[in-house]
């Protein structure tokens, strides 16, 4: 079974830095694609940050020059480091990558995107 486990959310006053993790386990072939997603109160979720296999990263506008996505392949760990935060940032963050995993009883392989149960990061004075 595979799971993605969020931790390094809290609370901060603007300006300051949390570092987000998202870890991957199970039986797992490989992690591909990997992305930090956000949903604040009332508004939809968004995408925040993602990172392919290879390191290729993209931002969205509002985070760009203060967040830092990246992954360690080996540890099937993403990481989003969050500096000069905002009020605005406030939100539940969510860890997102597609996985390759095995079928144990006919050997294919199969992938699909997992979802974290999210982390909250709280900025407020």
């Known amino acids: 079974q595979v799971q993605l486990e969020e931790s390094g959310g809290g609370s901060v006053q603007p300006g300051g830095s949390l570092r987000l993790s998202c870890a991957a386990s199970?039986?797992?072939?490989?992690?591909?694609?990997m992305g930090w997603y956000r949903q604040g109160p009332g508004k939809e979720r968004e995408l925040v940050a993602a990172?392919?296999?290879?390191?290729?990263?993209n931002y969205a506008d509002s985070v760009k020059g203060r967040f830092a996505i990246s992954r360690d392949n080996a540890e099937k760990t993403s990481y989003l480091q969050m500096n000069a935060l905002k009020p605005e940032d406030t939100a539940v963050y969510y860890c997102?990558?597609?996985?390759?995993?095995?079928?144990?009883?006919?050997?294919?392989?199969?992938?699909?995107?997992?979802w974290g149960e999210g982390t909250l990061v709280t900025v407020t004075s």
């Open positions: 990172i392919t296999i290879d390191g290729a990263a």
């Open positions: 997102k990558a597609f996985i390759v995993v095995r079928d144990a009883t006919f050997g294919d392989f199969y992938g699909k995107d997992y």
């Open positions: 199970g039986s797992i072939s490989s992690v591909n694609d």
